[in-house]
């Protein structure tokens, strides 16, 4: 017990959750130990720090989204930034339509957009895999305007130059902070809050593409189970395990699932007729 002890107070330095996931690992070694050795000692689970409440994403409606490019437009040029404009639309545009995270978004360069094929190649991602992005015409088309808005200011557009691109250090792409703070700047000016009352995340256009892929599946009437699996893939999960954590049941996906319950399903359900004395 006192090793154990001693062993928990130098994981202080790391955050709840993790402790917990690494104490949790030293507890069920000592369960597999005592399975030869009766007298090993287990740790009492009662000691471990409680789990994380896992936290609620915002889901940001195609409105909100509309009018955080709107204010996208109204950001001022600056030296640093001659193109802050249309980088903050391309950055909001491609995260809340392909779903792609803050890193691979940053990492993305203008060799990985195949215009061809109207395709980005996300290169080595959180799984270290890489893989390629369809995009439809009207999210090609925002490409092709930024790549036009380049050439025409003559700014950098050699294959290894940053999408997310500003002109400090050579050309180096926005930084997770400096992208964060000006699309808060954004949530801001729109008034676009969670439900309690903070800020929305960037990783929450993750989660409102997942959600939103779900909901047009809904109202499409496609096989959603069947599709999941092509959702997994785009989004670079190695299972779909991974995906559900992303699919969130709020309100209109709800409507439109009951709806297209009743149209399949609806005239199966007959209400009891009530009995004598008003019970049914």
């Known amino acids: 017990m006192a090793a154990f002890q001693a062993w928990c107070q130098t994981q202080e330095n790391v955050t709840s959750g993790v402790r917990r996931i690494r104490m949790r690992a030293v507890y ?10 009766p007298q090993c000692f287990v740790p009492d689970p009662t000691w471990f720090p409680g789990p994380n409440q896992r936290l609620q994403p915002h889901i940001f409606s ?37 779903g792609i995270r803050r890193g691979e978004l940053l990492r993305l360069t203008l060799g ?19 893989r390629l992005i369809p995009l439809n015409s009207d999210i090609s088309e925002e490409v ?37 703070c000006c699309l808060q700047r954004l949530f801001q000016q729109c008034s676009i809050i969670t439900a309690k009352g903070r800020l929305p995340r960037i990783h929450d256009f993750r989660h409102s593409f997942a959600v939103n892929v779900l909901l047009r599946w809904y109202r499409q009437g496609a096989n959603v189970e069947a599709k999941l699996p092509l959702l997994a893939t785009y989004m670079g999960h190695a299972s779909v395990l991974s995906t559900h954590y992303y699919l969130h049941w709020i309100e209109p996906l709800r409507m439109a699932a009951s709806e297209r319950f009743s149209s399949h399903y609806g005239g199966l359900v007959v209400p009891v007729p009530e009995r004598k004395g008003g019970r049914r």
């Open 28 to 37: 069920h070694f000592c369960l597999y130990r005592r399975r030869t050795e």
């Open 62 to 98: 195609e409105p909100e989204v509309a009018e955080l490019l709107r204010a996208a437009a109204r950001l001022k040029r600056v030296s640093v930034s001659p193109l802050r404009p249309e980088v903050i639309r391309l950055a909001i545009v491609l995260l809340f339509t392909t």
């Open 112 to 130: 990985d957009y195949n215009r061809r094929d109207a395709a980005l190649l996300i290169r080595e991602t959180k799984f270290h895999k890489s």
């Open 144 to 180: 092709e305007r930024y790549l036009h808005a380049r050439t025409k200011r003559e700014l950098p557009v050699s294959s290894e130059t940053a999408f997310i691109w500003n002109a400090t250090n050579d050309g180096r792409p926005y930084s997770r902070k400096n992208l964060q």
